[in-house]
């Protein structure tokens, strides 16, 4: 959201946080050194006014394209590398009847990749309890196909049932969910991702492949999907 709402007001971070109903503020300065400019960048929680990252930059004068774009591709990375482990700490640290949607599922994605089948239906009871509070949001059922599909029983341990014993009711759900997500959005990367992970654990190659490539054709960045 843009800061000129604010601008020339003399309010605290609590207060700014408050009127542009944002959690997070980025503060920045910019001050003129001898041969260049030094930018220097915080991050701020705004519900706290806890500052959670602080750098300095130095670009030449005037700055050059490439590196005004390696300068704010290294602060997006900071800033969020930072917020997703800020708010992984407190969604684990709240009891789960406390937890905020956004912290539920940061709590719910820290435990899909456990090899433990009580963090791996605990992240999905979570992801259900996303989809009852708002059906209409694709991805918590991509998530949870992703979830199920990855179950520590089997795939998430590297091995594959073969023959009809594939298709366990987790695996089925799995894809069931992914579909569903799609049909709400068939623009969300992830949910091609989930439809394929579903697909390979079920045995369907191909179709693997076709959900794969769609993924990639949404998300060329998107490593998942390769």
């Not at 001898?34 to 930059?57: M, N, P, V, Y």
């Not at 989930?194 to 697909?199: K, P």
């Amino acid at each position: 959201r843009a800061s000129f709402a604010v601008r020339g007001l003399d309010l605290s971070v609590l207060e700014i946080g408050q009127r542009l109903s944002v959690q997070y503020i980025v503060e920045g300065s910019l001050r003129r050194l001898e041969d260049g400019l030094r930018l220097t960048a915080h991050l701020i929680e705004a519900t706290q006014a806890d500052h959670l990252w602080s750098d300095s930059f130095d670009l030449k004068h005037p700055p050059l394209g490439k590196e005004t774009d390696e300068t704010t591709s290294a602060i997006a990375s900071a800033f969020l590398t930072l917020i997703r482990s800020h708010e992984l700490k407190r969604a684990l640290s709240k009891d789960i009847g406390d937890l905020t949607p956004r912290e539920m599922f940061f709590r719910a994605a820290s435990k899909v990749q456990s090899l433990n089948p009580e963090r791996q239906a605990e992240a999905a009871d979570l992801y259900r309890k996303l989809i009852a509070a708002n059906p209409t949001d694709a991805v918590p059922y991509s998530t949870l196909s992703y979830a199920l599909s990855v179950g520590a029983d089997e795939v998430g341990q590297g091995t594959y049932l073969l023959g009809p014993d594939r298709r366990t009711p987790a695996r089925t759900e799995a894809r069931a969910m992914a579909q569903m997500a799609l049909e709400i959005d068939p623009l969300v990367p992830f949910g091609w991702v989930a439809l394929a992970r579903s697909h390979i654990a079920l045995g369907e190659v191909d179709e693997a492949i076709l959900a794969a490539e769609n993924a990639v054709s949404l998300n060329p960045l998107l490593g998942w999907g390769y």
